[in-house]
């Protein structure tokens, strides 16, 4: 079962957020992961603020209430093998 599909069943959402303003690279990051999720730019810093996100870029587990269930900080090279690890969790 795909990541997106394992979401989807357990009615979360994955989203990243991106506050240094790079949207090249961005991007970049982006289609490595074959655009599999949302991904925020924040180049205001309103995500460090109110989230308290303190590393970049950060991914959030969303809820179908719109908790945050988990919080990723950093790029990994592994990313789905990772995240898959965090549903199995939830």
């Given at each position: 079962?795909?990541?997106?599909?394992?979401?989807?069943?357990?009615?979360?959402?994955?989203?990243?957020?991106?506050?240094?303003?790079?949207?090249?690279?961005?991007?970049?990051?982006?289609?490595?992961?074959?655009?599999?999720?949302?991904?925020?730019?924040?180049?205001?810093?309103?995500?460090?603020?109110?989230?308290?996100?303190?590393?970049?870029?950060?991914?959030?587990?969303?809820?179908?209430?719109?908790?945050i269930?988990?919080?990723?900080?950093g790029?990994?090279?592994?990313?789905?093998?990772?995240?898959?690890?965090?549903?199995?969790?939830?």
């Amino acid at each position: 079962m795909s990541l997106r599909e394992r979401q989807e069943e357990l009615g979360l959402k994955l989203l990243s957020i991106e506050v240094t303003g790079n949207l090249k690279k961005t991007r970049e990051v982006v289609k490595d992961k074959e655009g599999n999720f949302p991904v925020l730019l924040d180049c205001r810093g309103f995500s460090r603020d109110v989230l308290h996100i303190t590393g970049t870029p950060t991914t959030l587990i969303v809820d179908r209430q719109g908790r945050i269930r988990s919080r990723l900080i950093g790029y990994m090279k592994n990313f789905e093998e990772v995240v898959g690890g965090v549903l199995d969790r939830i």
